[in-house]
């Protein structure tokens, strides 16, 4: 009784030990965003240091306790970055784009320049010990000026030049700095803006302060942003500022524009041409794959699974190779190894044996043949697999009384094992489609969508929606579209997720038929 | 040679276990903590540069804090991730003070407010070559600080190439003596269909991308793809293809593999193919390439450099960095040493003038027109592939092919 006691003690103590520190990690992480600026961060962090405590303290919230980390991967892999690619669908995120309009604002304003005949100053710091008190800088003419910018007479103060240099050596009760002192108080220098002429001097290296002068100035009220140099003013249209004789500022910025990337995929020939063609595509790879892969996989399964056979688990284990090697290498061999032009392979044992050599990436027709021959080697292991463990789960009675019935080995194979089969694996072929639909790596490695149809599309014959999406990302104009590129996922999501959802209700339907038998 | 050496002296291993596994919870507790690190902080400087680079600007940062007392740190990335990383992390404050990267960013992290342009004193911007500043320059300002100027030229195999070839007429008299496709051996290629070393044969005859005003500027309405030298440039790469003297397609890969197992007679590449050819055991040199018809192949000019952030709270360190530390013809020297490709710094030039690769690939350059640094480039890289992916694979004539081309660059670029 008594150990049991302790025991439950201890586990209390090691719970509120791991629970105390993780609140204080917890607290400072959350302390350390705020300060930092980073809010939603912050508020995560707050949501998380909630719901860890109540639950771990909340005797109901018990089956929680094993969920919550599921919970909080599913939300931080999947849906903020569903919810992030919806939002960015909406911008006009894209290379030119990529700051808020604040941002770009203060950027105008921090810009300055320098005149050809801009004043150099050296100068020299005085203080006391730890702390710069003024500055005198000098040019063809001197300078006393206070740590906060302001340009004083020298009349004000008693200067002492013991060593006659003509550099003061004592400026009032204030000493001249030694070099180092100066880098220590650098980020204070740096600050320093001393207002003079149309613009300031501020330190421009580590000795000499410079005149410079501002560039831009923006009035808040006409939403205008105005050059001094030339006079020019800018107005704010399609997210940049541009003048009324068209020069254009960078940086532009990030902002709303509705359902306008969606639109451009409709309205735009260049993106929508491609859409259909690829889109067809995609699920005839995903069909053919799907499908040719698990008949092989299926046939191999069955004839693994026949006892009189020898040496079954050596043929297993060659037969799962092409899974177990991974992708990345078996790609890049299928890629230059075997099919590469004249080097590959292939073509140079066609060319010996047979004199003749194939396009094999390099039409439209042999390209889509050879990634779905590389892809279907690369997925009948799976198949084949998940098969073995479906037929295992065949109760042997039923082959049985089928035998018993006088069914031959193909209506033994049609009308029990098939559909039994079918039933269990029909959810595991539903997710290798949808995986397939979206199997970047496997294009991107074997052709990169290629081959070319037509010069300057973007779409080439091999690309499936995923990696056409892709391109789209970095085939603007000046580089990047990441918003239409979103919006071109956010579509792919809503395609996969409506054929996930219509094939369950299919297999749901097939389950209840074999709850029937 | 290494006293060291991994085995040999006992407790060395298990010294070097416990080492790597310090090393794997550092670099993990680093990879948490980095975004907390590589902010921008006022009054410290931080560089991002790729493993090349890197111990070089190491080397000048420990210079710079032993001569100033301002800390310098080096973060080692890739060239991509910089290119890439820069843009979102410098508005929220994360980014570094200064990149090392190549000129062709400049339209793009110009575009996106990334960097700020620099201010030299005009006796520094004298010292520099002006080929560099004006591919480090992007409407009419600067926003690098050039080291070097890299491109291509020919690389020859000397087993097989005794004698480089001067003009193009010997330089298909050598292609068709050892070339033997049976054997894959090849007198000469370039990596098609990309066109970045192929285009010295393209520009020769004088085809260019976008038209350029005296001052160096870009006229981006007057397109080169389908100027005549550019059409007669790709005649002579698709009479190659069609005579079985080259490949239709030489990917990247397979154009180093060819190298490096010494098939390839010679070969338009630039100075990184080089240790990848000799890793092979090839004995290669450099030539300037061949003159076609007595003109010129101009290669295009790669610049490297330093570019500043334009968020940087350190804008004088910065510069005192590079006007003290940075832009000196020690610190170019050093630079040199450790990436000996031709100096952009025309004091330091001067002075490594006896290095004979670096020479020939200095002289093949000094034809070169600076790769455009404008944003634009993106689209025209990917439509001028695919004409060329065309014009390689035999389905169009160099003609047709580069007219649509040029055309699908008029029409995207007018609206």
């Known amino acids: 009784m008594e150990k049991v006691m302790e025991r439950r003690l201890l586990r209390f103590l090691v719970k509120i030990t791991l629970i105390s520190l993780f609140n204080a990690l917890a607290i400072f992480a959350c302390v350390f965003f705020a300060i930092s600026g980073d809010l939603y961060l912050s508020t995560a962090g707050v949501v998380m240091l909630v719901a860890v405590n109540s639950i771990a303290f909340k005797k109901k919230s018990y089956p929680l306790k094993y969920l919550l980390p599921g919970l909080f991967f599913l939300t931080a892999m999947v849906v903020i970055p569903i919810f992030y690619n919806v939002y960015l669908s909406l911008t006009n995120y894209s290379t030119g784009h990529v700051i808020g309009k604040n941002d770009a604002i203060n950027l105008f304003l921090n810009r300055e320049y320098l005149r050809p005949d801009a004043k150099k100053y050296s100068f020299k710091a005085y203080g006391n010990d730890s ?71 501020r330190l421009s290296t580590l000795r000499e302060f410079r005149q410079y002068e501002h560039q831009y100035v923006y009035d808040e009220a006409t939403d205008t942003l105005t050059d001094l140099k030339t006079g020019k003013t800018y107005r704010p249209e399609k997210a940049r500022f541009i003048s009324s004789d068209g020069d254009v500022l960078d940086p532009g910025w990030t902002e709303y524009v509705g359902l306008q990337n969606y639109l451009r995929i409709i309205n735009t020939e260049k993106y929508r ?20 892969s698990f008949a092989i996989g299926l046939f191999l399964a069955i004839m693994l699974n026949d006892s009189k056979l020898r040496f079954r688990k050596l043929y297993r284990s060659l037969l799962i190779v092409p899974y177990a090697m991974p992708s990345f290498i078996s790609l890049l061999v299928w890629r230059y190894g075997f099919y590469s032009g004249e080097f590959g392979f292939f073509n140079r044992m066609l060319k010996n044996l047979a004199g003749i050599s194939i396009p094999w990436l390099d039409t439209v027709f042999w390209a889509r043949f050879s990634v779905l021959l590389t892809n279907i080697w690369l997925t009948f292991p799976y198949m084949m697999l998940v098969s073995l463990g479906a037929l295992q789960a065949i109760p042997p009675h039923l082959l049985e009384a089928a035998k018993i019935d006088g069914a031959g080995s193909w209506q033994k194979f049609r009308k029990v094992t098939f559909p039994l089969v079918i039933v269990t694996l029909a959810p595991l072929l539903i997710g290798s489609f949808a995986t397939t639909f979206n199997n970047f790596t496997v294009i991107w490695l074997l052709t990169e969508g290629r081959p070319v149809t037509g010069i300057g599309d973007v779409a080439g014959a091999t690309d499936i929606l995923i990696s056409y999406a892709y391109k789209l990302a970095f085939s603007g104009r000046e580089g990047s579209e990441m918003a239409l590129s ?23 339907v097939l389950e209840d038929v074999a709850n029937e038998i | 040679m290494n006293p060291l050496k991994p085995g040999i002296i006992p407790g060395y291993r298990k010294e070097e276990n416990m080492r790597r596994k310090v090393l794997i919870v550092l670099a993990v507790s680093m990879l948490f903590l980095s975004s907390v690190i590589t902010a921008t902080v006022d009054g410290k400087l931080i560089i991002w540069a790729d493993d090349t680079r890197t111990p070089i600007f190491k080397e000048l940062a420990r210079e710079y804090t032993e001569m100033t007392g301002i800390i310098v740190t080096v973060y080692e990335m890739t060239m991509d991730a910089i290119a890439e990383q820069v843009v979102t992390a410098s508005p929220a404050g994360e980014g570094p003070d200064l ?82 496709p049976a054997i894959g051996q090849y007198g000469f290629i370039v990596e098609l269909p990309f066109p970045y070393n192929s285009f010295p044969v393209l520009s020769a005859l004088g085809g260019y991308i976008f038209g350029q005003r005296s001052d160096g500027t870009l006229l981006m309405d007057d397109i080169g793809l389908d100027s005549v030298g550019m059409i007669l440039g790709a005649t ?39 240790p990848i050819a000799e890793s092979g055991g090839v004995n290669v040199g450099v030539a300037p390439i061949p003159t076609i018809c007595g003109q010129r192949p101009r290669p295009f000019v790669g610049v490297s450099g330093i570019m500043v952030n334009a968020y940087s709270p350190n804008k004088a360190i910065i510069q005192d960095f590079i006007e003290n530390q940075y832009a000196t013809k020690e610190s170019m020297l050093k630079i040199f040493e450790m990436d000996p490709r031709p100096s952009a710094f025309i004091p330091a030039f001067e002075e490594t003038r006896d290095d004979p690769v670096m020479n020939a690939f200095a002289e093949s350059i000094s034809f070169g027109m600076p790769l455009p640094n404008v944003p634009e480039m993106n689209t025209v890289w990917s439509v001028w592939t695919d004409a060329m992916t065309l014009i390689c694979n035999q389905t169009l004539s160099p003609h047709e092919a580069l007219r649509q081309a040029a055309k699908v660059l008029e029409d995207t670029f007018s609206n």
């Not at chain 1, 259909?276 to 005839?284: A, L, M, P, R, S």
């Not at chain 2, 001067?166 to 298909?172: F, G, S």
């Open chain 1, 131 to 201: 702390d710069i008190v003024l500055l005198l800088l000098k040019s063809d003419e001197e300078l006393l000026v206070d740590m906060n910018g302001e340009i004083h007479d020298p009349v004000e103060f008693d200067i002492v030049d013991c060593d006659l240099d003509g550099t003061p050596d004592k400026i009032g009760q204030w000493k001249a700095m030694e070099a180092s002192k100066i880098v220590s108080k650098i980020s204070l220098l740096q600050k320093l803006r001393i207002p003079y002429g149309n613009g300031w001097l």
């Open chain 1, 273 to 292: 041409k491609p859409f259909f063609g690829v889109f067809i595509w995609t699920i005839e790879w995903s069909l053919f794959t799907v499908l040719i």
């Open chain 1, 486 to 508: 979103a919006a071109v996922s956010v579509v792919i999501f809503a395609i996969v997720v409506t054929i996930s959802i219509i094939s369950f209700r299919r297999t749901r």
């Open chain 2, 99 to 180: 990149i090392v990267g190549a000129h062709d960013w400049i339209g793009r992290l110009v575009r996106n407010g990334t960097i700020a342009s620099i201010d030299l004193p005009e006796d520094l911007l004298l010292q520099f070559d002006p080929v560099t500043i004006a591919a480090m320059s992007f409407e009419g300002k600067l926003y690098g600080v050039p080291y070097s100027r890299e491109g291509v030229a020919l690389l020859y195999n000397k087993d097989l190439v005794p004698e480089p070839p001067q003009t193009w007429d010997e330089l298909i008299d050598i292609t068709r003596e050892i070339t033997n």
């Open chain 2, 236 to 274: 002579l790469i698709d009479w190659l293809i069609e005579e079985g003297l080259m490949p239709g397609e030489i990917p990247w890969e397979t154009m180093t593999g060819l190298l490096s197992e010494g098939k390839a007679g010679m070969v338009i590449t630039g100075p990184w193919s080089i």
